[in-house]
């Protein structure tokens, strides 16, 4: 029997292309609701390709008897009961791989906009200002920068540091063996809260990391630091950034994503007061979740996929 696929999300054609070929029948489902999916409408379903538009729990699951596989374009899996799929037998696949270079980009495009004040520079001299020492930079060789989370993204940004001659700590929870590798320290929390100048979180959401970076977190630092976050919105209290901006334990704080995100990461839920002060700043730098949203990661999040899921496939057949 032909293998069925729905696609629930937009992705690159790649994908939808790629897995016809191998002989399976897919469609574009994208506006496909929940209450139709509960309803039965996937019930002979064997996959399914998705973003973040729609939360797998176990109820959407039990819709869809005959699934195999989910394949989610890009990295987190927060919107997929991954234990809940496992019990069923369910395989989840992602791409962390395909956006990892976009992310370690953005992140150090981002890092020397705020230490060379570019931004405000830019701006001032397109009103007709030439007030050199007043955007007199920092150089990043100079910064000592922690990494926090050594997966996929950690390590591209690592990678993408190598030429500033900076010094790189990086702590990762579960992840141990990368000393050394791009120069990187393997250091435990204390390291990086002492050292550093920098900090980026690259950690997916789940129950420990979730809200990880409030006040109490900031006041752990021994210096004031430039705070980055391109990972998930909800691992960063955004009112503990307004208030380590305003009590200087943070001079700076560069974020790509934001706790008030909705759940399908397209548009904001909130414009609450804590990031109205954070668009007045000039110490912050914001972007609206595009850190892994390049014109090349498009493609590669969905080859990718393309390739594990064929691969999975031969895998069976042997």
Not at 28 to 33: D, H, T, V, Y
Not at 34 to 56: K, M, Q, Y
Not at 64 to 91: C, F, H, K, V, Y
Not at 239 to 264: C, N, P, Q
Request: charge should be negative; charged fraction near 20%.
């Amino acid at each position: 029997m032909m293998e069925q696929v729905v696609f629930l999300d937009a992705v690159h054609p790649v994908l939808f292309e790629r897995l016809v070929a191998h002989g399976m029948s897919c469609r574009w489902e994208n506006q496909l609701s929940r209450d139709a999916i509960l309803e039965g409408s996937l019930s002979n379903v064997h996959g399914i390709v998705l973003r973040s538009r729609l939360t797998l729990d176990l109820p959407m699951l039990q819709a869809m008897p005959e699934l195999r596989w989910i394949a989610r374009s890009g990295a987190g899996l927060e919107n997929i009961d991954t234990a809940a799929a496992a019990d069923s037998g369910i395989q989840v696949i992602n791409s962390p791989e395909g956006n990892a270079a976009s992310v370690g980009e953005h992140v150090i495009g981002q890092l020397l906009m705020l230490l060379h004040k570019l931004h405000q520079a830019d701006r001032h001299v397109r009103i007709g200002g030439w007030d050199r020492e007043a955007h007199r930079g920092s150089e990043l060789g100079h910064q000592t920068v922690g990494i926090i989370g050594y997966g996929n993204m950690g390590r591209a940004f690592a990678q993408r540091l190598v030429g500033f001659d900076c010094r790189v700590l990086a702590h990762d929870i579960a992840k141990r063996g990368f000393n050394g590798e791009y120069g990187v320290e393997e250091v435990g929390m204390d390291a990086i809260f002492t050292h550093c100048d920098v900090v980026s979180i690259h950690v997916p959401l789940t129950e420990i990391t979730e809200q990880m970076v409030r006040t109490d977190w900031i006041h752990k630092f021994k210096k004031p630091i430039i705070l980055i976050n391109s990972s998930r919105g909800a691992v960063v209290d955004t009112l503990s950034v307004a208030e380590g901006l305003t009590s200087s334990h943070l001079r700076g704080a560069i974020l790509d994503v934001l706790e008030y995100e909705k759940k399908s990461l397209e548009g904001l839920a909130a414009r609450p007061n804590a990031l109205s002060a954070l668009t007045r700043d000039d110490r912050v730098v914001l972007s609206p979740h595009v850190a892994g949203w390049s014109q090349e990661s498009y493609f590669k999040l969905s080859n990718i996929l393309a390739d594990k899921i064929l691969g999975a496939a031969k895998a069976l057949k042997n």
